[in-house]
């Protein structure tokens, strides 16, 4: 049998402002927005590199998301700060309707 790679599921491309933080220290958390979301995780910017497997807390700051997700990759960007794939545990998120009020998506 072949062994899937790649995403499980196709990213939608939408900018939603979140707070992320760690799950050892709540209080240094950082104000940041999503490139791409789906239900599985998203991809997010931020100012400080992440560690790969990290746990961080995933709040949305418009809609009611809150998650723990693991930090599946951490990538330095041009302009220094880093992109970073979140993978969410134990739940399935829903970007519809009110929990994206307010975001914008990417053209």
């Known amino acids: 049998m072949a062994e899937r790679s790649g995403r499980l599921e196709k990213r939608i491309r939408l900018v939603v402002p979140v707070e992320i933080s760690t799950l050892q220290d709540p209080s240094a958390s950082e104000r940041t927005s999503t490139e791409n979301v789906c239900s599985l995780g998203v991809r997010g910017v931020s100012e400080r590199q992440k560690e790969l497997n990290e746990r961080l807390m995933v ?10 997700a693991r ?18 545990l ?12 307010g975001a914008r998506p990417i053209r």
């Open 59 to 68: 709040r949305s700051l418009v809609g009611d998301l809150r998650a723990v």
């Open 71 to 88: 930090v599946v990759y951490c990538q330095r960007l041009f302009d220094g700060r880093f992109g970073v794939g979140m993978q969410f």
């Open 90 to 101: 134990g739940i399935n998120a829903k970007w519809s309707g009110d929990s994206i009020a």
